[in-house]
């Protein structure tokens, strides 16, 4: 088992490079040579296991410079009683016989970027030493809200690396804020911009690739990695809980072995639903991947028509994690579809660079409508559906997993398929609070960190333990500097 890039085929790497390096040299996204089958003895072996063991069995398939013992022992720290809060990790919850929510907010961060970013940076420091390095992995990211905060807490106190944040000074909800202002640790930094995350995304992009500064540091025994949904060490944590779900599904006698099961995953990158698609490829029997965007419905076109544009307008939704015009793991898709020709997607990904637009060929296009279907949800219907939701299952749902559940609608209306669905909820209300509040009918009262005890108070729901205790937390960082500034913070920052 090898990784090469979806822009040349040429590369090899050894997983442990792959996940150090993060990107292929060529821009490309680093991919395994082979996607590993998955038999119905496969799976039935797998079901009387802890979500631990699971996440060793598969993440072992791709991974063989890594040893067994040395993967159970990462998944138990990763997904063990002191950052979980539930033994079962990624619980699925059933709301009617056809009907199931896959809750992957049960991590330290209440949002599913726990279930990669707990893993990546274990599997990142072994790769460290399995490749001789002995420069330090300093981490950068741009982050909206999610991925930051839940980096910072996979990589506080892990050795030889470092992490420094940068997010959009009014572009995060005032939850996430309090998350990250506060995070614990000696190896994080955490620094706002003034401007939108496209400006702080940019920053970072223009530290990444300014070569004065990446010899400076180098100097002084440092080097750049990313934290990014393109490292295949956040991807592959990911085909887990799809094979999982299916395991729990099966076990629980809810669905017979080898029957089909669609998933509708709210998406924004196309990390979560490359990895569904991923765990399909294995084997694992899937129907439909129902692709759920917002507003911002660039990939409902594309999956409808086969055309990528990103030339439109964005816009600021209730679910800020989905707000992307650029989904960077499609390229691993079109690199699959496409018969692995690193030719072709490299000129699709010029020609989006170039123009902001590209076309698959037809026989492309074809394979996407036989494995997906797409739809977007607008602000009104998304907070229609936690309402509906809510009200007739009694169940509360964040933004995001409200666009799941509304297009996962959409899509029994349009196609009449009455296979087993599950939707994927990849954060807890609590992170939302002023839009679920307004959504179900109630008016906020306060700012912030004080709604989420008036969320606890009008649904009788417990918050994530974690958000409760936001409020008593000392806030440790306080930076924050203009997008020029940025790399002055990044050399002070590992000084
Ligand atoms: C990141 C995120 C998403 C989108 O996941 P992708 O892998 O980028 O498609 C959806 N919901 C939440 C809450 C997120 O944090």
Redesign the pocket.
């Known amino acids: 088992m090898k990784y090469y890039s979806t822009r040349d085929t040429a590369v090899s790497l050894d997983a442990a490079q792959a996940v150090k390096q993060g990107l292929s040299r060529d821009g490309g996204l680093l991919t395994p040579t082979e996607f590993p089958k998955l038999s119905e003895m496969d799976l039935n072996a797998m079901l009387p296991m802890t979500y631990q063991q699971r996440a060793a069995v598969i993440m072992g398939l791709y991974l063989p410079d890594y040893s067994a013992k040395e993967l159970l022992a990462f998944a138990e720290k990763a997904y063990g009683p002191a950052r979980f809060d539930t033994s079962a990790v990624a619980p699925v919850r059933t709301l009617d016989e056809a009907t199931h929510c896959l809750e992957l907010w049960h991590g330290p961060t209440s949002?599913?970027?726990d279930l990669a970013l707990q893993m990546l940076p274990q599997l990142l420091s072994a790769a460290l030493k399995k490749t001789g390095e002995t420069r330090t992995a300093c981490i950068l990211a741009a982050t909206s809200g999610?991925?930051g905060k839940a980096a910072m807490e996979g990589f506080a106190d892990v050795e030889q690396t470092k992490i420094l944040v940068f997010y959009p000074k009014d572009g995060v909800s005032a939850v996430q804020e309090a998350q990250m202002v506060t995070q614990r640790g000696e190896n994080v930094g955490v620094c706002s911009v003034v401007g939108n995350f496209d400006d702080t995304q940019s920053g970072v992009k223009r530290i990444f690739s300014d070569e004065a500064l990446r010899t400076e540091l180098d100097r002084r025994g440092y080097f750049f990695s990313s934290a990014n949904?393109i490292n295949w060490g956040r991807i592959l944590p990911q085909v887990v809980y799809y094979i999982s779900t299916y395991c729990d599904l099966v076990r629980d006698e809810k669905l017979k072995m080898g029957e089909k099961i669609n998933f509708c995953?709210?998406?924004?990158?196309?990390?979560?639903?490359l990895a569904g698609y991923y765990a399909k490829k294995m084997g694992l029997p899937v129907g439909r991947l129902i692709c759920a965007s917002n507003k911002n419905d660039v990939l409902t076109e594309f999956l409808t028509t086969g055309t990528y544009d990103r030339n439109r307008v964005f816009y600021n939704t209730m679910?800020p994690?989905?707000d992307?015009l650029i989904?960077s793991?499609l390229e691993r898709l079109l690199f699959d579809l496409g018969g692995r020709d690193g030719e072709k997607v490299r000129d699709y990904m010029d020609q989006l660079a170039m123009s902001g637009s590209y076309r698959v060929d037809d026989a492309i296009l074809a394979q996407i409508r036989e494995l997906f279907w797409a739809g977007s949800s607008g602000e009104e219907a998304t907070a229609a559906a936690i309402a509906r939701t809510y009200k007739d299952c009694g169940y509360l749902i964040?933004t995001?997993t409200a666009v799941a559940a509304d297009v996962m609608a959409q899509y029994r209306a349009a196609t009449g398929d009455s296979t087993p669905t599950v939707f994927v909820s990849?954060?807890s209300p609590f992170k939302f609070c002023d839009s679920v509040l307004k959504a179900i009918g109630e008016t906020p009262k306060g700012k912030g960190v004080d709604l989420i005890d008036q969320l606890q108070y009008v649904t009788g729901r417990p918050a994530p333990w974690r958000l409760a205790a936001l409020r008593e937390k000392e806030r440790r960082f306080n930076l924050s500097r203009k997008k020029e500034e940025m790399p002055e913070v990044v050399r002070t920052f590992l000084k």
């Not at 995953?265 to 639903?273: A, R």
């Open positions: 949002a599913f970027k999610d991925t949904s995953v709210p998406t924004g990158n196309f990390g979560d639903i679910s994690s989905m992307i989904s793991n964040d995001h990849t954060a």
